[in-house]
């Protein structure tokens, strides 16, 4: 997931791409229209527990949360914020009608 991220990033701004894992390769991929804001497009991860909150902190710009119990998601969302090296976009929560 650590690659592709960085293979979607450098794509967005334009460059010429080539990569090789064990799940993907390509040659020379690059955007052919050109992009109409300044920045790219937010990647949100979703997950909760396990790794997926320092997995959230060190690869997304955002999370899409969706443990269980308030708990859960309070100390989730603390370990997030500690571990991110730069502000992620807070969770917004939906509220019913």
Do not use: N
């Amino acid at each position: 997931m650590q690659e592709s991220i960085g293979v979607t990033r450098r794509v967005w701004f334009g460059q010429s791409v080539s990569h090789q894992d064990e799940h993907f390769a390509f040659t020379y991929v690059q955007l052919v229209s050109r992009q109409v804001r300044p920045a790219r497009p937010p990647i949100l991860l979703a997950g909760s527990g396990g790794r997926a909150p320092r997995r959230v902190a060190r690869l997304a710009d955002g999370w899409l949360p969706y443990p269980t119990k308030a708990q859960t998601y309070a100390e989730e969302w603390a370990l997030i914020k500690q571990i991110a090296p730069r502000q992620l976009a807070r969770p917004r929560t939906r509220r019913s009608a």
